[in-house]
Nanobody, 125 residues
Framework: VQLQASGGDLVQPGGSLRLSCAAPGTTLDRYAVAWFRQAPGKEREGLSCISTYDGGDGKTMYEDSVKGRFIISSDNGKNTVYLQMNALKPDDTAVYYC????????????????WGKGTLVTVSS
Protein backbone atom coordinates (compact mmCIF):
# COMPACT_ATOMS: atom_id res chain seq x y z
CA VAL A 1 0.00 0.00 0.00
CA GLN A 2 1.42 3.35 -1.03
CA LEU A 3 0.11 6.37 0.84
CA GLN A 4 0.39 9.98 -0.28
CA ALA A 5 -0.25 12.67 2.32
CA SER A 6 -0.82 16.22 1.15
CA GLY A 7 -2.43 19.50 2.12
CA GLY A 8 0.02 20.87 4.65
CA ASP A 9 0.50 24.61 4.60
CA LEU A 10 1.10 27.73 6.66
CA VAL A 11 -2.11 28.85 8.36
CA GLN A 12 -2.96 31.49 10.94
CA PRO A 13 -4.16 30.56 14.43
CA GLY A 14 -7.88 29.87 14.37
CA GLY A 15 -7.74 28.85 10.73
CA SER A 16 -8.62 25.59 9.01
CA LEU A 17 -6.83 23.14 6.79
CA ARG A 18 -7.76 19.84 5.15
CA LEU A 19 -5.18 17.10 4.78
CA SER A 20 -5.59 14.26 2.29
CA CYS A 21 -4.21 10.74 2.40
CA ALA A 22 -4.50 9.02 -0.97
CA ALA A 23 -3.92 5.32 -1.55
CA PRO A 24 -3.83 4.98 -5.32
CA GLY A 25 -4.58 1.47 -6.51
CA THR A 26 -5.68 0.23 -3.09
CA THR A 27 -9.21 -0.30 -1.90
CA LEU A 28 -9.30 0.80 1.71
CA ASP A 29 -12.12 -1.56 2.62
CA ARG A 30 -11.32 -3.25 5.95
CA TYR A 31 -8.33 -0.95 6.46
CA ALA A 32 -7.75 1.34 9.37
CA VAL A 33 -6.27 4.65 8.25
CA ALA A 34 -4.86 6.96 10.88
CA TRP A 35 -3.30 10.37 11.11
CA PHE A 36 -0.27 11.03 13.25
CA ARG A 37 1.90 14.07 13.81
CA GLN A 38 5.36 14.74 15.08
CA ALA A 39 6.62 18.09 16.25
CA PRO A 40 10.34 18.84 16.65
CA GLY A 41 11.70 17.20 19.78
CA LYS A 42 8.45 15.37 20.49
CA GLU A 43 7.26 11.81 20.01
CA ARG A 44 4.95 10.81 17.21
CA GLU A 45 1.35 11.34 18.35
CA GLY A 46 -1.74 9.54 17.10
CA LEU A 47 -4.58 11.93 16.32
CA SER A 48 -7.43 10.19 14.58
CA CYS A 49 -8.38 6.99 12.83
CA ILE A 50 -11.13 5.61 10.64
CA SER A 51 -11.74 1.95 9.87
CA THR A 52 -14.29 -0.04 7.89
CA TYR A 53 -13.02 -3.35 9.27
CA ASP A 54 -16.39 -4.03 10.91
CA GLY A 55 -18.39 -2.78 7.94
CA GLY A 56 -20.63 0.25 7.67
CA ASP A 57 -19.45 3.75 6.96
CA GLY A 58 -16.45 3.37 9.25
CA LYS A 59 -15.76 3.76 12.92
CA THR A 60 -13.71 6.72 14.01
CA MET A 61 -11.43 7.48 16.93
CA TYR A 62 -9.92 10.76 18.14
CA GLU A 63 -7.21 11.75 20.55
CA ASP A 64 -8.55 14.04 23.27
CA SER A 65 -6.62 17.14 22.22
CA VAL A 66 -8.24 17.19 18.78
CA LYS A 67 -11.79 16.07 19.62
CA GLY A 68 -14.26 18.67 18.44
CA ARG A 69 -11.66 20.38 16.24
CA PHE A 70 -10.55 17.67 13.78
CA ILE A 71 -12.82 15.50 11.66
CA ILE A 72 -11.69 12.39 9.83
CA SER A 73 -13.60 11.12 6.82
CA SER A 74 -13.11 8.85 3.86
CA ASP A 75 -14.07 8.83 0.22
CA ASN A 76 -13.86 5.17 -0.71
CA GLY A 77 -14.49 5.91 -4.35
CA LYS A 78 -11.30 7.96 -4.39
CA ASN A 79 -9.37 5.72 -1.98
CA THR A 80 -8.70 8.82 0.07
CA VAL A 81 -8.99 9.71 3.73
CA TYR A 82 -9.25 13.32 4.83
CA LEU A 83 -8.47 15.15 8.04
CA GLN A 84 -10.36 18.41 8.38
CA MET A 85 -8.57 20.54 10.96
CA ASN A 86 -10.39 23.53 12.44
CA ALA A 87 -9.56 26.09 15.13
CA LEU A 88 -5.87 25.45 14.61
CA LYS A 89 -3.41 26.44 17.31
CA PRO A 90 0.34 27.04 17.22
CA ASP A 91 0.71 23.77 19.17
CA ASP A 92 -0.70 21.96 16.13
CA THR A 93 2.45 22.81 14.19
CA ALA A 94 4.05 19.53 13.17
CA VAL A 95 4.71 17.14 10.32
CA TYR A 96 1.54 15.14 9.75
CA TYR A 97 1.64 11.53 8.56
CA CYS A 98 -1.01 9.08 7.48
CA UNK A 99 -0.69 5.35 8.06
CA UNK A 100 -2.76 2.29 7.17
CA UNK A 101 -3.15 -1.37 7.85
CA UNK A 102 -5.90 -3.98 7.79
CA UNK A 103 -7.81 -3.97 11.04
CA UNK A 104 -9.65 -1.85 13.56
CA UNK A 105 -8.72 1.64 14.63
CA UNK A 106 -5.73 2.31 16.81
CA UNK A 107 -3.77 5.43 17.66
CA UNK A 108 -0.64 3.44 18.47
CA UNK A 109 1.92 3.89 15.73
CA UNK A 110 3.22 0.31 15.90
CA UNK A 111 -0.18 -0.90 14.67
CA UNK A 112 0.59 0.32 11.18
CA UNK A 113 3.00 -1.04 8.63
CA UNK A 114 2.22 1.35 5.77
CA TRP A 115 3.17 5.00 6.07
CA GLY A 116 3.10 7.99 3.79
CA LYS A 117 5.66 10.77 3.71
CA GLY A 118 4.75 13.61 5.97
CA THR A 119 3.19 16.93 5.12
CA LEU A 120 4.15 20.03 7.11
CA VAL A 121 1.51 22.08 8.92
CA THR A 122 2.65 25.37 10.39
CA VAL A 123 0.26 27.43 12.50
CA SER A 124 1.62 30.91 12.98
CA SER A 125 0.64 34.53 12.64
Amino acid sequence: VQLQASGGDLVQPGGSLRLSCAAPGTTLDRYAVAWFRQAPGKEREGLSCISTYDGGDGKTMYEDSVKGRFIISSDNGKNTVYLQMNALKPDDTAVYYCAADVGRCSLWHRTYSHWGKGTLVTVSS
